[in-house]
């Protein structure tokens, strides 16, 4: 991948190590040109765990500290899902800009070029009186819910789409046979760029999701007025991870399909078993 160098900045920190200071979650956006992806970063400091997830290109992974000092840590990463669309074995370093914040720089494995940058958030927690835990503090995007909404595909054709993510590349025949549009959309994401057009001409919300994941922003309001399933999915894999609960009450195909590229394996053999 898409491996991922982080380095930032220190201001105002207390002597606390770092390692102690990025427990929790953190979420952000990296550039690379004019293209940007979402990072989920989950950090549980006295487990020694460091779990990423890149929603947008679809892979997750996991990162092992190689050195740290009180104001930095180098991590190598591993890519656990999605190593079709993420390369494995990149070089990190996250540094603190402040309690609450981290810049971001990307760097491809064995390399010194910045491939990307950004920056990462800590993710507050509010009180949910209902389920008794927390939630996510993040705006939910603003449109009108239908209540209900039937899927557009299957959730074999989400399954299959979700296992050749994952590297399975026998999927991708399953859905040339059975969901056209989901097959052309799999293989643009694969990196079969001409596969945009027939998109184009055949599938407009597959097309519109397609050019938003490849940073056309304007995309994203065409799905809110006209798909509201893939407006929020796109609105999760764009960091937003609220949009699951719209999802959840309205559309569970796309709901697990979400929680599946957010690295919840369970949700795989829910598609497979629905």
Known sequence: LISFYIQTYCQDISDNKITNIINGDWYGKAFQGKKSFAVFLSCHTAKNEYKVTYASLGCSGIWTIEQSS??????????LNGKLA???GGAIRLNLLSKNRLACYFYLPNSKTIIAKGELNLKEKEVDAVNGGTQDTITNPTINST???KPEFSNQAL???ATFISGNRSSLQWLQQNSPPLYYYASFV??????LQWLQQNSQPLYHLATFISGDRPSLQWLQQN?????????????????????QQNNQSWYHYSRFIGGDKSSLQWLKEH
């Open 159 to 161: 399954y299959h789409l």
């Open 190 to 195: 694969g990196g079969n760029r001409s596969s």
């Open 147 to 149: 209540n209900n909404v």
């Open 70 to 79: 009180d104001t930095s840590i180098d991590f190598r990463e591993h890519i």
């Open 86 to 88: 993420c390369a494995d």
């Open 227 to 247: 798909d509201p399933p893939l407006f929020y999915y796109a609105s999760y894999i764009d960091g937003n991870r609220s949009s699951l609960e719209w999802l």
